[in-house]
């Protein structure tokens, strides 16, 4: 969990602004607003969500599996960024 430790402002600072784009939807759902708009500030809020989600595990897959930096070209290297990569483009 040293990585949440250590970049714990920065994803305190994205939980924030995710709280704020929640904010909007409410608004948006309390004034009636229209359904495209709303629909856009949900996807927004799930990108950032989804933001939020691949930071955390990133370094879930980073920090405690690599415990010293791997050389990219080997095979342990690439595994771990082809997992990294997989995520990524999961959550996107």
Do not use: W
Request: glycine letters at 6%.
């Amino acid at each position: 969990m040293a990585h949440l430790i250590r970049d714990k402002q920065k994803l305190i600072a994205r939980v924030r602004r995710i709280g704020g784009q929640m904010d909007a939807v409410e608004r948006a759902l309390v004034q009636e607003a229209d359904c495209d708009e709303t629909l856009r500030l949900i996807a927004s809020a799930r990108g950032a969500m989804n933001g939020l989600m691949f930071e955390v595990l990133e370094g879930f897959i980073r920090d405690p599996i690599v415990t010293r930096p791997l050389d990219p070209k080997s095979e342990d290297g690439r595994a771990v960024e082809q997992l990294v990569d997989v995520v990524r483009a999961y959550l996107k």
